[in-house]
């Protein structure tokens, strides 16, 4: 069982980083392939893992934290949830804001997370509410990123951006940062992609414009 894994990121994809560890390049799937080491190809970085046998594949999940790690494995605790969604769960927002929706039983945020619909989320509140102890604390000395100011950052006019928008504030972008990427990633749009997709153009905007500086 891999529990982490510690080297230099190779290469990186939309849904994927290489982790080269000694020689030995690791495919790993993580919510923000664009924000792991920083950014920047060369840069070594600990990934803690989530190794997921299927019949046809084993794949490997990485996370920057444990608090990733272990809310990723409560999400596939819940009926419906595979590792593919739980990962686009997480890429919606840091662990403290998801689970602050989970306690609060805030349907209308749980619901605009890629692959969360009305059901599922219902039931990622009946099964995780009373297993996120661990994130109790931080909600109540503030000390989490406030939910308020997530829901205030939701949809807006514009569709899938203000979805991604408010992705890259959880994520813990600058409104001037996710701005930028804004300007790159908009005109660039069809009006048929979906949120997650737009979040994931535009994390790679931010990566190319940390290249620049």
Not at 45 to 52: A, F, L, N, P
Not at 155 to 171: C, M, Q
Request: charged share 25%.
């Amino acid at each position: 069982m891999i529990d982490f894994l510690r080297g230099t990121v190779a290469h990186r994809e939309t849904e994927y980083v290489v982790l080269d560890v000694r020689g030995v390049g690791y495919r790993v799937f993580c919510a923000n392939p664009y924000a792991v080491g920083a950014g920047k190809d060369g840069e070594e970085v600990t990934m803690y893992i989530h190794y997921h046998v299927r019949e046809d594949a084993h794949l490997l999940f990485g996370f920057l934290s444990r608090e990733e790690q272990s809310l990723f494995r409560l999400l596939l605790d819940v009926n419906g949830i595979g590792p593919k969604v739980a990962i686009g769960v997480l890429a919606g927002g840091r662990p403290e804001v998801i689970a602050a929706a989970i306690r609060q039983e805030n349907l209308s945020f749980l619901t605009k997370l890629p692959g969360i619909g009305k059901k599922t989320a219902q039931r990622m509140v009946l099964d995780l509410k009373d297993k996120l102890g661990a994130w109790t604390s931080a909600e109540a000395d503030g000390s989490g990123f406030g939910l308020p100011e997530i829901a205030a950052a939701g949809p807006t006019a514009n569709g899938a951006w203000g979805e991604a928008k408010a992705a890259l504030l959880a994520l813990g972008y600058t409104e001037a940062e996710a701005d930028r990427a804004g300007q790159t990633v908009k005109p660039k749009l069809k009006g048929d992609e979906t949120a997650d997709a737009v979040t994931k153009l535009a994390l790679q905007a931010l990566f190319q414009q940390s290249l620049m500086k």
